[in-house]
C-alpha cells in the first residue's frame, strides 16, 4: 500500500521547535516533489513547503520563511520539516505528499497535484 506516515508533533510553547518527519512506504520518494501542508480548524488546507527530487530545490509560504526548514534523507525514504521560532497560529494538522504531476515544485505545492496523504500529525502552539 502507497502511504505516508507523519510523526513529530505534539504541543509547543510559541517560540519553541519541532521536526516533523514523513515516512514513505510502498514506493520510493526519489522521483517526486514532496509537500508539507497544514490545515487548521475551520479553514483550507493550505501548501507551506516543498522540496524537489534531483536538486533538491525548496520553496517556502511567506508565512513559515525564515522559520521553517524542509530536507530530504533518500537513504530513509524520508522527508523532515523543521519548524524553529514557532507561533500560536502555527497550530494546525500538519500532512505531507507527493507530487503525482511534477518532479519540481519551483512556485510551492499545489494542493491538487499532491497524493498519497498521510493521516497527519498535530502541531499545538501554545502557552
Known amino acids: 500500500q502507497v502511504q505516508f506516515v507523519e510523526s513529530g508533533g505534539g504541543l509547543v510553547q510559541p517560540g519553541g521547535s519541532l521536526r516533523l518527519s514523513c515516512v514513505a512506504s510502498?514506493?520510493?520518494?526519489?522521483?517526486?516533489?514532496i509537500g508539507w501542508f497544514r490545515q487548521a480548524p475551520g479553514k483550507e488546507r493550505e501548501g507551506i513547503s516543498c522540496?524537489?527530487?534531483?536538486?533538491?530545490?525548496?520553496y517556502y509560504s511567506d508565512s513559515v520563511k525564515g522559520r521553517f526548514a524542509i530536507a530530504r534523507d533518500y537513504a530513509k525514504n524520508t522527508v523532515y520539516l523543521q519548524m524553529n521560532s514557532l507561533k500560536p497560529e502555527d497550530t494546525a494538522v500538519y500532512y505531507c505528499?507527493?507530487?503525482?504531476?511534477?518532479?519540481?515544485?519551483?512556485?510551492?505545492?499545489?494542493?491538487?497535484?499532491?497524493?498519497?496523504w498521510g493521516q497527519g500529525t498535530q502541531v499545538t502552539v501554545s502557552s
Open positions: 505528499a507527493a507530487n503525482i504531476m511534477r518532479s519540481r515544485c519551483p512556485g510551492g505545492p499545489v494542493l491538487h497535484e499532491y497524493s498519497h
Open positions: 510502498g514506493f520510493t520518494l526519489d522521483y517526486y516533489a
Open positions: 522540496i524537489s527530487s534531483s536538486d533538491d530545490s525548496t
